[in-house]
């Protein structure tokens, strides 16, 4: 059964989806987006000394395509991810930031999935 809250099938060709500029405490971050219903997904590029600008409280599942991160959580923690590593989060449950040192290349997936169970 279809309804409008299915994604039918479609391939993806990342280089004509446009590409939005964010500015970093440091540096910038260039995403490129797609919107589904209850679900987003994202290219994104950090550039070289990006730092984010803001914690983040919201749910991810991030995959690192190229290059290395590090993920700050607020509470003090640190994880350094390199090219083929990923991390998930649910919604609320850390806020993080992300800091790309000689800059990354990221696909970014978030939506109401993620959304916190109690």
Known sequence: MINSLNITFQAIDWTIIPRTEHKGTQGMAYWQTLQFPG???RMVE???GY?????CKRGHIVHCLDGEFVSEL???ESFHLT???SYVVSDELSSHRSIAISGV???IIDGDFL???I
Do not use: C, F, P, T
């Open 39 to 41: 679900v987003r997904i």
């Open 51 to 55: 730092i984010a600008d803001h914690w």
């Open 46 to 48: 950090y550039s070289k």
């Open 105 to 107: 290349r990221l696909m």
């Open 115 to 117: 959304q916190l169970k």
């Open 74 to 76: 607020e509470n003090g």
């Open 83 to 85: 090219q083929g590593m």
